[in-house]
C-alpha cells in the first residue's frame, strides 16, 4: 500500500524517501496515514513481514564475505515486550563473537511504547526512520540495512578487535 506522503515523494532520490516520509509523519503527527497506535502497531508488524528478507539478505551478505559463511542468521519475529515495546530482531551469530561474549551483529525494527512511529537500529547503532508500506519501501531500505549492520560490526570490532573478523584471520 502506498501512501499519499510516499507517492508524492517517488520524484526524490530513492534513499531520501523513507526520510521525507518520516519528517513528514512527524509534521502531521501520523505514521502513513494511522493516527492511534493500534492502527500503526498494524503497519509496523506489515513493515517488519516486508523488511524480513531484506534483514536476511544484508546479514547473508556479511556472512559471506566477512565471516566466510561461518555465522548464523537468527530472527525473533515480532515482540511485545511487558512495557509495550514492540520489535523484531535479526542476528547474525558466530564463534569468535560469542567467544568474545559480544553482542552479534543485529538489526531491528522497533517501535518504542513513547515513539510516534517506528524505527531501525542495531545493537550499537541508533535509531534510523522506518517508513516501510511496501515491498518495494522495504528494498529501497537494504542500503540502509547494510549500513547498519556494516557500523555494527566496525563497533564490535572495537568492543573486542580485528580478530573476530574471520576474513581477516583465515586469509
Given amino acids: 500500500m502506498r501512501t499519499p506522503a510516499s507517492a508524492a515523494q517517488d520524484?526524490?532520490?530513492?534513499?531520501m524517501q523513507?526520510?521525507?516520509r518520516h519528517f513528514a509523519d512527524l509534521r502531521d503527527a501520523t505514521h502513513g496515514n494511522a493516527v492511534s497506535r493500534q492502527d500503526?502497531?498494524?503497519?509496523?508488524?506489515?513493515?517488519?513481514?516486508?523488511?524480513?528478507?531484506?534483514?536476511r539478505q544484508a546479514l547473508a551478505e556479511m556472512n559471506a564475505a566477512l565471516l566466510l559463511g561461518q555465522g548464523v542468521i537468527t530472527a525473533t519475529g515480532l515482540?511485545?515486550?511487558?512495557?509495550?515495546d514492540l520489535a523484531a530482531t535479526w542476528s547474525l551469530g558466530w564463534h569468535e563473537q560469542e567467544q568474545r561474549?559480544?553482542?552479534?551483529?543485529t538489526l531491528?525494527?522497533?517501535?518504542?511504547?513513547?515513539f510516534l512511529h517506528p524505527h531501525l537500529r542495531g545493537a550499537t547503532v541508533g535509531n534510523w526512520p522506518l517508513n516501510v508500506f511496501s515491498d518495494a519501501d522495504a528494498a529501497l531500505e537494504l542500503p540502509t540495512l547494510r549500513a547498519i549492520a556494516s557500523a555494527d560490526l566496525h563497533n564490535l570490532?572495537?568492543?573486542?578487535?580485528?580478530?573476530?573478523i574471520p576474513a581477516i584471520v583465515n586469509r
Avoid: N
Wanted: hydrophobic share 45%; glycine share 6%; charged share 25%.
Fill in 108 to 114: 531491528q525494527a522497533f517501535f518504542g511504547q513513547a
Fill in 79 to 84: 515482540t511485545r515486550y511487558p512495557d509495550g
Fill in 157 to 164: 570490532v572495537f568492543q573486542s578487535d580485528y580478530r573476530i
Fill in 101 to 105: 561474549r559480544i553482542a552479534p551483529v
Fill in 40 to 55: 500503526k502497531e498494524e503497519l509496523f508488524a506489515v513493515a517488519v513481514e516486508f523488511l524480513d528478507r531484506y534483514a
Fill in 18 to 20: 523513507g526520510l521525507l
Fill in 11 to 15: 520524484h526524490k532520490p530513492a534513499h
